[in-house]
């Protein structure tokens, strides 16, 4: 014969109702582990966004420092094209 204790634990309401905790409970784990993953990913979006900046400003350095190095050349070789006409 089933104790009172056991009929307590075998009836369907207290199982739903444990089961409804449970499921509770996963619930705001899987939403805190999503919500620090949100968070990381954001980190990770705002720290390739500065390297893209910094590498950005580092190609940019260089092309304007080849501009002027190629404007350099073109200037010498104007004025040396400009001595030899004279």
């Known amino acids: 014969m089933k104790t009172n ?3 307590k634990m075998d009836d369907p309401v207290l199982r739903v109702a444990r089961l409804l905790e449970s499921f509770e409970a996963e ?3 899987f939403r ?3 919500n ?3 968070k990381t990913i954001d980190s990770n979006i705002r720290e390739t966004d500065k390297a893209l900046d ?5 190609i940019t350095k260089r092309e304007e420092e080849d501009l002027k190095k190629l404007d350099q050349i073109v200037n010498k070789y104007l004025s040396e094209e400009e001595e030899k006409k004279k």
């Open 54 to 58: 910094r590498v950005d400003a580092d």
């Open 36 to 38: 620090l993953l949100i």
């Open 5 to 7: 204790k056991t009929k």
């Open 27 to 29: 619930r705001q784990q």
């Open 32 to 34: 805190e582990r999503t």
